[in-house]
């Protein structure tokens, strides 16, 4: 098993930060790295993601959210290349206090094809994360 985790410090509150994570329909207007989503935000719903890392041309896949607590948590699971490989991505908010909001930007990657192309692909896995990160911080701050 390979996995990311990526944190920043958010100076929005929580509800704000979720309103913009939890709102796919604006990704496109914010998001360098999940480029687009369709689908709604909720347990055992299905999405379709299209994802850019670095210089490679984007991927567009089906997931499954498996994890979703409205205001706090959400994250879903997908499965490439009949099971190869498997991705679970996910996203916790907290907040310290009502201006302040902690994310939490995770992914686990797990199967037999998870070594050899995270080998090549962790770096750029994980500038997309931090791109996304800043992006969401951007957003959630302009008032």
């Avoid at 490439?80 to 679970?88: D, K, Q, S, T, V």
């Amino acid at each position: 098993m390979k996995a990311f985790r990526t944190e920043v410090s958010i100076d929005a509150s929580q509800e704000r930060v979720w309103s913009i994570l939890s709102d796919f329909g604006n990704y496109p207007l914010w998001n360098p790295f999940i480029l687009q989503v369709s689908g709604r935000a909720g347990l055992k719903e299905t999405l379709r993601l299209t994802v850019k890392l670095s210089f490679f041309p984007p991927v567009r896949f089906s997931a499954c959210i498996d994890s979703f607590v409205p205001g706090e948590r959400i994250g879903w699971r997908a499965v490439f290349l009949n099971g190869l490989l498997e991705a679970r991505h996910w996203f916790e908010l907290s907040g310290p206090d009502s201006g302040s909001t902690r994310l939490v930007h995770s992914e686990e990657f797990t199967g037999v094809l998870s070594g050899p192309l995270l080998a090549v692909l962790s770096r750029a896995f994980k500038n997309g994360y931090v791109l996304m990160n800043l992006a969401l911080k951007s957003a959630s701050e302009r008032s």
